[in-house]
């Protein structure tokens, strides 16, 4: 079973605006398509995705799952397009999502990481410091690389 891109799209929207009139708005579709998708998702997955309540909506852990896994699909095409446009060069390109301890971050992996980023200005970095216990649940849950 697939999940069509159209669904994916449209969930992904939607959980980043939690609002189904912006979210329908950035997919350039009407707010009852979007509707639709979401609710054609549910069932073909057999799962609910999306708590809609009077005021907000809110994502089920199943919901946050799949968020999880479209962020995750949308850095892998970008960096795959990245590497499509420059294959003929050789250069690097994509993104790298690194997290750590703050103290750590300013004083030892961004300067250690300069170098690199001069050299391979493609290659997109995101940094992220947070407490120590915080850093293995960023790792399990895909948050950083």
Known sequence: MGISS????AFLALAKTLHFSK??????????ALSHRIRNLEEELGLTL????????RLTDAGTRL?????S????ESELIEEFKTESDGALSGWLRVAGYSTIMSSVVIPALAPFLSR???????????????????????QAD
Not at 67 to 71: E, H, I, K, P, S
């Open 120 to 142: 391979n200005p493609r290659v997109k970095f995101s940094f992220l410091t947070r407490k120590m216990w915080e850093l293995p649940a960023m790792l399990h849950h895909g």
């Open 6 to 9: 159209l669904q994916l799209d």
């Open 67 to 71: 968020l999880r896994y479209c962020r």
């Open 23 to 32: 979210a329908a708005e950035s997919v350039h579709i009407t707010q009852s």
């Open 50 to 57: 999306v708590i809609r309540q009077t005021k907000d909506i």
């Open 73 to 76: 699909r949308d850095m892998l």
